[in-house]
């Protein structure tokens, strides 16, 4: 019951505003009936006269100026290094704003502290207001008496002609906040004075002076300064390393950085630097290709722990740098330092096996039995076995001649037996439900197979088995792996026909999500390039999903009909006609 009356009343709230979740009411003081005076810039105009200035910004401007003075202005790198050091700015706004009136942190009562203030926004009377705040001691915190505030001056104003509010509420209300200003930080009392002074209570009475003797005892929070011993590269490693930049992918800052020669920056800088751009998918070719004439210049004193750090980045997001001597540098390093670093070796060999940029006398190396040998008792020997397998499918299927060592049958493991960590983080975000849906009222429950791992190890949305003359045949009667390694296909395609009475082809429907592309662009992820690269040297014929295409279908009925075209665009056939 409590939860149809809260939908109730949020509903009634929303219509009664009109104009958003975000509007100001201002009242004026003055006749008992509590006249509507108006709206939001009157509020701020009078906010803008007596607040203190935005934090970093002089001339009291919002955030956002500083980002267009950042993006127009030749800024050095410690000056930007600044820039990115200043914390996030409050606003004034409260309410249920994208900012949020949130107690900080989250914490044991964090659901219980912002249930009441749902419940503050949605009271449909001042009594019921109080009601809330009195009824509910334990839950309320300081910065619930602004919300209900601010909901007050809403409720008295969603009316042409409010009744009287009875004194007895208000002096109640005044109370509450009086009992429990001590607690309030100087934001929360800023804020409570100028909506009291617009909510008419009286200048001389007891909340105001209440509030004006807290504001006058709580210090001013002093804006955080830089450590004047941080030289340049400090500074700006401490700026990539601020949590609120790793949050948020902001392009338009860290592009900045490019403009710092590489000389100047140490390795941990341009480690964040890479990190950065591999986790946010950020394909920007000057950053990289600085990462890249950095690798070169400082070559001599990287590790390949460092390495495999700086050259992530590249894989990832499938990007071979034009720095001529990118791979040379980091075959030197490989012959250098393989044996030191196992882990760390394979590391980087995976991001060039991704570029298709494989040193053949590393790949020696790796799988030579001695190295085998060597990480088979160390605690990483899983993942490395991993990557050795992947490393070896890419020496099978792209470079039909090579000749040296190779990674014995009994040490090989799957790839990815499984849909990747993104797919599976994302999975309500994908479309793959869907297009199972629709596939199953295409073509069948029999006749395709969802989430199958195909050797070596790939994983695949959804495999069709296909006659040759274009039927889609039931998987259950076919053996819907192709044989691997490729070379044995005579025997495979043998066993196929024993069974089947004519070759079948295999088709993978491939989703391309909007995750497994570089961020604003078209390019493919290096694994998701890497494993199409792969199934389609194996034999399977690809029939890709785009992510753009499968969101402008509205409905299944247009999904079915997509799906149809796409299939008979291979010369698919299905149903009665099609066997």
Known sequence: MEGGREGRAGKKTRAATGKGEHEWVALTPGPPEWAVRSVESRFFSSLEKTSPPFLGCPSGSPPNSMLRVLLSAQASAARLSGLLLLPPVQPCCLGPSKWGDRP???????????????????????????????????????????????????LLGSQPRPPPVEQATLQDLSQLIIRNCPSFDPHTVHVCLHLAVLLGFPSDGPLMCALEQERFRLPPKPPPTLQPDLCGGQRLEAALSCPHLLRRPRQHLIRSLAEARPEELTPNVMVLLAQHLARHRLREPQLLEAIAHFLVVQEAQLSSKVVQKLVLPFGRLNYLPLEQQFMPCLERILAREAGVAPLATVNILMSLCQLRCLPLRALHFVFSPSFINHISGTPHALIVRRYLSLLDTAVELELPGYRGPRLPRRQQVPIFPQPLITDRARCKYSHKDIVAEGLRQLLGEEKYRQDLTVPPGYCTDFLLCVSSSGAVLPVR??????????????????????????PAQRVVLMLRERWHFCRDGRVLLGSRALRERHLGLLGYQLLPLPFEELESQRGLPQLKSYLRHKLQALGLRWGPEGG
């Open 104 to 154: 900080p942190g989250g914490g044991l009562h964090a659901g219980p502290v912002q249930g009441l203030q749902r419940l503050l926004e949605q009271a449909r009377s001042p009594g019921e207001l109080l009601r809330w705040l009195g009824q509910n001691p334990t839950k309320v915190r300081a910065h619930h008496y602004p919300v209900a505030l601010r909901r007050l001056g809403q």
């Open 477 to 502: 009667t076919q053996d819907p792996f192709l044989p691997y390694p490729p070379r044995s296909c005579a025997q495979g395609q043998a066993a196929s026909q024993a069974t089947t009475h004519g």
